[in-house]
C-alpha cells in the first residue's frame, strides 16, 4: 500500500515525534520543544542535505549571539537597564546575522535559535545567572540549547526519510511537509 505524501509525512512526524518525547525525556538537560523546533526549521529550510546544514549553522549562531547577549545583561547587574540592554545587543546581532554572513542568511533559523535560548534562559530557574552562564556543563544555555535544536535536525533528516519509505517515493523525499501540505491539499 503506497500512502499518499501527507499522510506518510503525517504517520512519520507521529512516530518520530512520540519517540522523541520517550527519549528526549531520559536526558533532562536536552529540550523536546527545542528539538522541534530545529527539526521545524529543517522541514521550512527545505528538507536536504543543505537545509540541514544551513539551517544548523544558523540555529547554533542565534543561540550562541542570545548567550552573548544574556552574558552582557547578567554582568550588568542591573534589572532595570535589562531590557533596553537586551533590546540594543539583539538587534546589532540580528543586523550582523541577517547583512554580513551569508551562512546565516536563513534568518528564521538564526531567531528560533536565539529565541529558544532566550525562552531557556527565561524559564530555567538559576538559568540567567553568570554562574550558569560560564558553567563548562550542559546547565549552561550555549551547549543545551544548540545541542536540543541539533538533535532536532537530526529528527528532521530522520523524518524525511521514514516519509520516503512510507511513501515509496525516492526521489520525492526531499519535499518538505509544509510544501506537501501547500500542494494540491497535501495529496500530493
Known sequence: ???SWLKASALAAALIAAAS??????????????????WASYDHSGATGQAALRSSVALSFG?????????????RGSPA???LLTAIVAGIASFVAASRLRS???????????????????????AFTI???????????????????????????AHTS???????????GRRSLSEAHASKGGEA
Open 1 to 3: 500500500m503506497k500512502l
Open 21 to 38: 518525547v520517550l527519549a528526549l525525556a531520559q536526558f533532562p538537560a536536552l529540550f523536546v520543544w527545542a528539538a522541534f523546533i530545529g
Open 63 to 75: 543561540a550562541i549571539m542570545a548567550w552573548l547577549v544574556a552574558i552582557i545583561v547578567a554582568t
Open 81 to 83: 537597564s535589562a531590557t
Open 104 to 126: 546565516l542568511r536563513i534568518v528564521p533559523a538564526t531567531f528560533y535559535g536565539f529565541a529558544s535560548t532566550f525562552a531557556y534562559l527565561s524559564l530555567a530557574p538559576g
Open 131 to 157: 554562574e550558569a552562564l560560564i558553567s563548562p556543563s550542559l546547565r549552561n544555555a550555549v551547549f543545551s540549547v544548540p545541542l536540543s535544536l541539533l538533535v532536532g535536525t537530526f529528527l528532521g533528516i
Open 162 to 172: 521514514l516519509v520516503r519509505i512510507l511513501a515509496c517515493q525516492g526521489g520525492e
